[in-house]
């Protein structure tokens, strides 16, 4: 379980004031934040207030064995080049091989978006229709401006560096080097939300 966190001063108060102002009205928001931060934490608490929470991390995975057959025609060239093997003994994807190769290959992910994104945004669109009160947890959803449209607005989570890493290490069990990699990749990720110009309120996870 995650440390209870607190709101940054320059927002709020504590985490609680956020959980009950956001429960106010029927709405839409999205959790977000880096790895290891305490997002789904956060997800917990506020679905003691009648919050109901779809994780689009999560969602990520059913898209991707969804799409498996398209995915593996196209990237298992590419992994050859790097002697990886994408296809578990199941059948399924080894996902941790797929993430060493689009750290490889970066074009790579923006195919592999293209074909999971529409997927995984009829399903949420279809968990907003059937709920009062959503949260979506998700970690780039500004990549999917349909979904961010339907937000009122965003909860990021953060936290100190090696907070997250102690988290990210104990939950994962990740090389470090796979986790300093995910780290890299998303320091910039509260500026992602800041261009798109939806009300941003920050909560420090400690």
Known sequence: MFDKGSIDSRHSDSASSVIARSSATKQTIAVTGPMAAGKNYICSQMEKEGWSTVDADLLVHDAIELVKDRILDTFIP???QQH????REDGSIDRRALGELLFSFPEL????ESMVYPIITKWINDFIESHEK?????TVLYKTPDLLAR????????APFWTRLRRARHRDHLPYRQIFRRFHAQRHLLQEYQ??????EIINNY
């Open 195 to 200: 261009k798109t110009g939806i009300e941003i």
């Open 109 to 112: 992910l923006t195919v592999q």
């Open 134 to 138: 959503t949260i979506i947890n998700a």
């Open 78 to 80: 590419y992994a050859e």
């Open 84 to 87: 990886l093997k994408l296809k």
């Open 151 to 158: 937000c009122s607005k965003v909860i990021f989570v953060t």
